[in-house]
Structure formats: structure tokens, C-alpha cells
């Protein structure tokens, strides 16, 4: 008696339909989520190592990633292409991002100091208009985390790798009025205008 045919049944290994539209949307949420951050290429630094033969170059990147809203890391790579470093300090600045409170979205809250082995920085809040006043490596953390305006002043080494690290110091120390409210038991209207009487005091006096 002959059979009827039947639909025939994918062979095992083969990606279906629904397979495909599934890795086809895997795809395209990894580049939304690629598109919201911004990355930014400090420093680069070639090594070489003398073997037997010659020299091998390798390539260490220093790179600052951010979202523009309050979000900012750093990592840094080794490889021995220059892509394939910055790939690598890219991914360790995405794993490590850390949050910074701003003032209206575009300032720092308060005036910071941070160091970190022979750098220190200075970081200031500043009034709207005034840019961001940095230097390069200090510039490119705070474009990548939305910053419009702020004055900063690196004193000490110029090393990129000991300023950015600094300066995540500073900013792991700055604080929004709501959080030192909470901390201290009082309203944020208190913490606000004994902050906005201060530096009435202070333009008066100059």
C-alpha cells in the first residue's frame, strides 16, 4: 500500500524560520543597545618586547565609554592589533560603568577633589554657558557622561591612565541633595537652600 506524503520535517542541525527570526532580533537588540553608548579613544601606547628575531609590537588602549545621561566607565586593553585592544577596553568600561548624579542634567552638584597615585583633580559645578573646561583625557569622561558644563584642573602627572582614574575617584564621591538628605534626616529644601545662601554669601563677600 503506498503512503501519502507527508510535510517533511527539517533535518537535525538546520535552522528553521523561527530560528532564524530569533537570531536575526538577538542581532538587533545587541546594536540598540551598542547605539545608546558613547566611546571615546584616550590613549594608545605600543610596546615592544625584544625576543630572539626581532621585536613583537603589542598595543595597550585606554578607552571611556558613556551613555550621555550620567553614565560613564573606563577599561583599558592589550592585544596585539590595535581593533582588538579597543574592542577589549570597551567591553571592561561597559562591565564596570558607574552612575554620577548631575545637577539639571548638565553640572556636578558640588566642587570634588579626587586623586589617585601622583594625579589629583580638582572638579567644579559651573553655570550654564560655560562648556566643559578640561583637559583631554578629563574631556573625553565628561562628554561621554552628558556633562554640558564643568571646570576641571588636573595638578601633578599628565599620565592618562593615573588622570582618568583620579577623576572616577572625584566622581564616585559626588553626591545629589536627595541622597545627602536621606543620609543626614532632613528634606531636600533644607539641604538646597542652605546650599543656594551659601553662595549668595559667598558673591556678596567677593
Known amino acids: 500500500m503506498a503512503r501519502t506524503p507527508t510535510s517533511e520535517k527539517p533535518q537535525r542541525g538546520e535552522r528553521g524560520e523561527r530560528g532564524e527570526r530569533g537570531r536575526d532580533r538577538g542581532e538587533r537588540g545587541e546594536r540598540e543597545r551598542d547605539d545608546e553608548f558613547v566611546d571615546k579613544l584616550v590613549h ?45 577596553a570597551t567591553d571592561q568600561a ?31 559645578s559651573a ?3 560655560t562648556g566643559i573646561i578640561a583637559g583631554g583625557p578629563m574631556r573625553a569622561v565628561f562628554e561621554t557622561m552628558g556633562v554640558q558644563d564643568v571646570v576641571a584642573k588636573c595638578i601633578g602627572t ?24 536621606a543620609k543626614r534626616g532632613k528634606k531636600v529644601g533644607e539641604i538646597i537652600g542652605r546650599r543656594d545662601g551659601a553662595a549668595a554669601a559667598a558673591a556678596t563677600r567677593e
Open 44 to 88: 594608545i601606547n605600543r610596546v615592544a618586547k625584544v625576543v630572539k628575531g626581532g621585536r613583537r609590537f603589542s598595543f595597550a588602549a585606554l578607552v571611556v565609554v558613556g551613555d550621555a545621561k550620567g553614565r560613564v566607565g573606563f577599561g583599558s586593553g592589550k592585544a596585539r592589533e590595535v581593533p582588538e585592544a579597543i574592542r577589549k
Open 94 to 124: 561597559k562591565r564596570e560603568m558607574i552612575r554620577v548624579p548631575l545637577r539639571e542634567g548638565r553640572t556636578l552638584h558640588h566642587d570634588v577633589r579626587g586623586h589617585f597615585g601622583a594625579g589629583r583633580v580638582v572638579l567644579r
Open 127 to 129: 553655570t550654564p554657558g
Open 158 to 181: 599628565t599620565n592618562p591612565h593615573n588622570m582618568i582614574k583620579a577623576t572616577f575617584d572625584a566622581l564616585q564621591l559626588l553626591m545629589s541633595p536627595r541622597a545627602v538628605a
